[in-house]
């Protein structure tokens, strides 16, 4: 069973386009991250978002953290072929911030 | 400041080798993670180090794989009579302290294994 569910896993759209990516939990998250990975590389860190309902603006992207800390939203405006990636949520479970669990991730192709 | 390094960035073994995976933390980290990337993936947990300590290694197979974080030096994480499934992006990380959930962790760029 995967602990964070991710969706789309695949999302290809035209450069300019808006977007929403979607990572959703049974569980309840001291804390979300946000990482973007290219090919080859190690994933790199966005946003954490800690309080329910936060939301955090990072130039076009803006993530929020679902209100009782299952869920969180990753909205890209005006999409540009540079946004392209991997995009993985991971989360500490309450009472475990030593392990972090990862989602599959959504992986995101701009076309321009 | 240097970040996460990890090395070889590319390993060839063949079955039944074993296979040695480095990770130096980021200057001033005391906790070392390492994950596996298998393809289309997310990252899996595999061990949680300090140094000299494992503190939590609910996510290795419980044989043929070990990890340690000596005193002085990088981080090995050491595969032994390797096998196909193993092949796999393996990801070091690195923390200041305890993972808080207002701390970060850095990743370095990974090793990728290809067992054949």
């Known amino acids: 069973t995967q602990l964070l569910e991710q969706s789309p896993q695949f999302l290809s759209i035209q450069e300019g386009e808006n977007l929403t990516v979607y990572c959703n939990s049974s569980?309840?998250?001291?804390?979300l991250q946000w990482y973007r990975q290219e090919p080859g590389e190690g994933p790199v860190l966005l946003v954490t978002?800690?309080?329910?309902?936060e939301v955090k603006k990072l130039k076009r992207l803006t993530f929020q953290f679902g209100d009782a800390r299952k869920d969180s939203s990753l909205h890209i405006t005006a999409a540009q072929p540079g946004d392209t990636g991997l995009y993985l949520c991971a989360g500490a479970e309450i009472g475990r911030d030593d392990k972090i669990i990862f989602g599959k991730g959504t992986r995101l192709h701009i076309l321009p | 400041n240097a970040g996460v390094m990890q090395n070889p960035r590319h390993l060839v073994r063949r079955r039944g080798q074993e296979a040695r995976l480095r990770c130096s933390p980021m200057k001033g980290h005391s906790h070392v993670y390492w994950y596996r990337q298998l393809p289309e993936e997310g990252l899996k947990f595999m061990v949680y180090l300090q140094k000299e300590n494992i503190i939590d290694e609910s996510g290795m197979p419980k044989e043929r794989f070990s990890a340690e974080f000596p005193k002085e030096g990088p981080s090995i994480l050491r595969i032994q009579q390797v096998v196909r499934g193993d092949s796999a992006a393996y990801f070091c990380?690195?923390?200041?302290?305890?993972?808080?959930?207002?701390?970060?962790?850095?990743f370095g760029p990974g090793t990728r294994l290809t067992v054949l």
């Open positions: 569980s309840v998250f001291s804390s």
């Open positions: 990380a690195s923390s200041p302290l305890l993972l808080l959930n207002t701390d970060t962790q850095y």
């Open positions: 978002v800690v309080t329910g309902g």
